[in-house]
């Protein structure tokens, strides 16, 4: 199946064309520096317009701006959320960072774009302030719909999915984090009541929201349509695990950021000790183009046997090992 869209035969969206740049925020952290990269891999090489990525850095607590510009996560959000999962309640800063004007796009780092972002950008609100996929039509991979996915569906009001939004900021000037943190800590909605929009945070923060093609947020799973593919189950994430069925189509985007020069191999380095890759992923550029198929097939087998690989090198040659091990085996028969 052909992955890449062609930009000039896929349909626009049928908003209004926005004016400036456009504004895309990425929740990410230290330990996802690898799957950011080719996320913005992705999106700078599909996009046609002139595109800002600001990161949402977990890890110093800060949105780091394309301008250079670095503003401070709200005091009462470090104190409340630590660690990587900060970006999570950040993302609901965006318009109070962006002084409540004009769009926004967010998007979590785990994800890669086959089509031009600027026609989400581009997509009609009508009087909405937010478009986001619903749950209801979310398109997912079996395991993450029986166990994520089913339970969601069972809630008596509609939720969506904030993984990827569409954010007309001039409409959220109520939208305060602080503000939200305390509604939270006295009971006014729980923490997954404000991650899916569901109607306690949405009572309290009034909003309209628009429901977005579902094909702007495919959850593990790709078809002819996709046009933004989020590696959302953390049992499966192609970057550490080998049974992803999309794992080939990440690889090929990472293979190529880092021939586009948006990785190197010290954070190649980097990222296997701080186990934010596995040692496989680590070494595909590494391997003969012409054996990188096989030898990588041979070892996410082996990976899924749940044979340990301590270092690149000792993962290469335990593939090379076996491979003759298995050759030799055929031979005798």
């Given amino acids: 199946m052909a992955i890449r869209r062609s930009l000039d035969s896929a349909t626009p969206e049928k908003g209004k064309d926005s004016n400036g740049p456009i504004q895309l925020f990425i929740g990410s952290s230290e330990v996802n520096l690898i799957e950011e990269q080719v996320f913005r891999y992705s999106l700078e090489t599909h996009t046609s317009q002139n595109l800002q990525i600001n990161t949402i850095d977990a890890t110093t607590g800060c949105v780091k701006f394309a301008s250079g510009l670095e503003k401070e996560f709200p005091s009462a959000m470090k104190r409340r959320v630590k660690g990587a999962t900060n970006f999570s309640l950040a993302r609901y800063a965006i318009p109070e960072w962006c002084d409540f004007t ?38 997912s991979s079996p395991h993450y719909e029986k166990h994520i996915l089913n339970d969601l569906r069972r809630a008596p009001t509609p939720l969506y999915l904030t993984s990827v939004m569409l954010l007309d900021c001039s409409k959220l000037s109520h939208w305060r984090v602080e503000s939200f943190i305390v509604n939270m800590d006295q009971g006014a909605f729980r923490y997954r009541e404000m991650m899916f929009l569901e ?3 949405c009572d309290r923060y009034p909003v309209d929201i628009a429901g977005l093609p579902s094909y702007w ?33 990440w690889e090929q985007y990472f293979l190529a950021a880092i021939s586009a020069g948006y990785l190197n191999s010290q954070q ?41 690989a301590l270092s690149i090198k000792r993962g290469l040659k335990t593939a ?13 028969r």
């Fill in 217 to 249: 947020n495919h959850l593990d799973r790709i078809n002819s349509e996709t046009r933004l593919l989020h590696f959302t189950d953390l049992t499966s994430q192609p970057w550490l695990f080998p049974h992803n069925s999309t794992a080939h189509v």
């Fill in 199 to 201: 109607k306690p945070f």
């Fill in 320 to 332: 090379k090992s076996q491979a003759k091990l298995a050759f030799r085996k055929i031979r005798r």
């Fill in 102 to 139: 004009g769009r926004a796009i967010y998007c979590d780092s785990d994800q890669i774009v086959f089509d031009d972002i600027f026609k989400l950008w581009n997509f009609e609100l009508g009087n909405c302030a937010i478009a986001a996929v619903p749950v209801q039509e979310a398109f």
């Fill in 268 to 308: 190649l380095s980097d990222g296997v000790a701080k186990r934010a890759i596995s040692n496989r992923i680590a070494a595909l550029p590494y391997m003969h183009p012409q054996l990188r198929f096989f030898l990588n097939w041979l070892w996410r087998n082996l990976e899924y046997l749940g044979l340990p």
